[in-house]
């Protein structure tokens, strides 16, 4: 009878390699050997990361602005009515060496109006001492793509470009061609998974729902609500429907083997909420504080279970959480600028946080989005677009730096594809596999992981230390 290491062992083989490594028995071992490689002794610090997904396909323009005269007068023109006036823009002073590529100075979007004095001041702070990084025009590639590339539809492209449920899934999975869309981020904790022997709950735990990025081959993802645990409420009281209940989820009671799989997997659920909430019931409460508003509420919880990582065994954790709304089809000046005021002061809250922990170097937040707006306006707002600046925040950044290929904001000029999609320079891939090797994956398995790595020339971006 197969162990259930072995089964386990298995189903991470099938997992990480899908069908093209299992065309060749050597790929195979090759796979094997890399799972076997991180035991339960492989690494002796701690180390989280923090997928922080923007849903709707954030203007990214209209968040990390040209503000040096030339270039945003290049920008204005291209922008149109979405335009920010240029006094509105908070300087970003890049460390020596760290500028953009294209040599421009470049603010973030105040973001204050009404009540909102705070704004996007906290990005900027956290850029300009050193502990967050712009990751620059970052989007969904197969391989590099130039616009003569994309007219005579020369390269391979990812699916459905421009789609909201597509793009949304690709950033995810960074991956086609098993059908399966495991997640990057589960593919990570497949590798990973005998590195957290002594784990009570599974290394991937989202908030409030099951993301894609952590979808993986082996077990599953821990889903956790804002305020804590989530419980089989209805069960959890007294009475007779909750006792009949408990007696068919009882071990063994089953005749049939997806009974006993459904029985066991209800008992798991119950075990980890209760592991879980034991755990964050003994701990005192962190003195940071942070805002009102619903991410800030889920990287509270993130905050709050990175402090009892020890107490539930855990050396390596993969976190998601999200917000939406970015979908601004119209609007844009009047509704972006709230939730880029939510995103920067819920992501500053959280890096005190991790300062508070002692665990701002082990902990590293980073921004992902269905995927960038057009540089084009259609009057109130943008389109569906491609490729967009993104974030990384922590202390094992190497901030007030930007990273990656900035693009030339005109319109119908060398990086828009068309209607003012924007291509990308750097593949998500690349992003991903930089935050995957400090993560701890090793050089030579990133190509497990992200299959079209090899087909760019950089490896590792260098933003993380």
């Known amino acids: 009878m197969m162990k259930r290491r072995e089964f386990l062992r298995n189903a991470i083989l099938t997992s990480l390699g899908g069908a093209g490594l299992y065309s060749a028995l050597g790929n195979l071992r090759l796979v094997e050997a890399a799972t076997r490689a991180y035991g339960p002794a492989s690494f002796d610090d701690y180390k989280a990361l923090v997928c922080v997904f923007l849903f709707g396909g954030n203007d990214s323009l209209n968040m990390v602005i040209p503000r040096d005269s030339s270039h945003y007068a290049q920008y204005r023109s291209a922008r ?74 020369a390269v391979e492209l990812p699916p459905q470009l421009f789609s909201h449920n597509d793009q949304q899934q690709y950033w995810q999975v960074s991956r086609t061609g098993d059908g399966r869309n495991l997640g990057w981020g589960g593919r990570i904790a497949d590798l990973l998974h005998d590195a957290n022997p002594d784990a009570f709950i599974p290394m991937s735990v989202s908030l409030n729902f099951e993301s894609i990025l952590q979808r993986a081959g082996n077990g599953s993802q821990y889903v956790i609500g804002n305020g804590g645990p989530r419980y089989f409420s209805r069960f959890e009281w007294d009475g007779d429907s909750r ?105 500053t809250a959280f890096h005190a946080a991790t300062v508070e922990l002692g665990v701002a170097d082990k902990v590293t937040a980073f921004t992902a989005s269905d995927f960038g707006r057009t540089l084009s306006s259609n009057g109130d707002g943008s389109d569906h677009g491609w490729g967009g600046h993104h974030f990384a925040v922590g202390g094992a950044v190497r901030g007030g730096r930007f990273f990656g290929t900035m693009p030339t904001l005109v319109n119908g000029g060398d990086d828009d594809a068309g209607w003012g999609q924007i291509i990308p320079t750097t593949a998500v891939d690349q992003y991903a596999a930089t935050l995957a090797k400090w993560f701890g994956v090793a050089d030579a398995d990133l190509d497990l992981i992200f299959p079209n790595l090899g087909n760019f020339a950089v490896r590792d971006l260098g933003f993380m230390a």
Not at 123 to 137: E, I, M, P, R, Y
Request: glycine share 10%; hydrophobic share 40%; aromatic share 6%.
């Open 80 to 153: 149109a009515t979405l335009a920010v006036a240029q006094d509105q823009l908070l300087p970003l002073l890049p460390q020596a060496g760290g500028g953009a590529s294209d040599g421009a100075d470049y603010g973030l979007q105040a973001s204050t109006g009404g009540e909102d004095t705070i704004g996007m001041s906290g990005l900027q702070g956290l850029f300009n001492s050193g502990h967050a990084a712009v990751l620059g025009n970052v989007g969904t590639l197969i391989r590099p793509t130039r616009k003569i590339d994309y007219l005579n539809h």
């Open 243 to 347: 006792r009949a209940f408990l007696a068919l989820m009882a071990p063994n009671a089953q005749p049939h083997a997806f009974g006993r799989s459904y029985a066991a997997s209800f008992r798991r659920a119950r075990e980890n909420a209760d592991a879980v909430g034991t755990a964050l019931d003994s701990s005192s409460d962190l003195q940071t504080a942070f805002p009102n508003s619903d991410l800030a509420e889920q990287l509270k919880m993130v905050a709050r279970m990175i402090k009892v990582r020890e107490v539930l065994g855990l050396k390596r954790q993969v976190y998601f959480v999200s917000m939406g709304g970015f979908d601004h089809h119209d609007r844009l000046l009047s509704e972006q600028p709230a939730l880029l005021s939510r995103l920067s002061q819920a992501l």
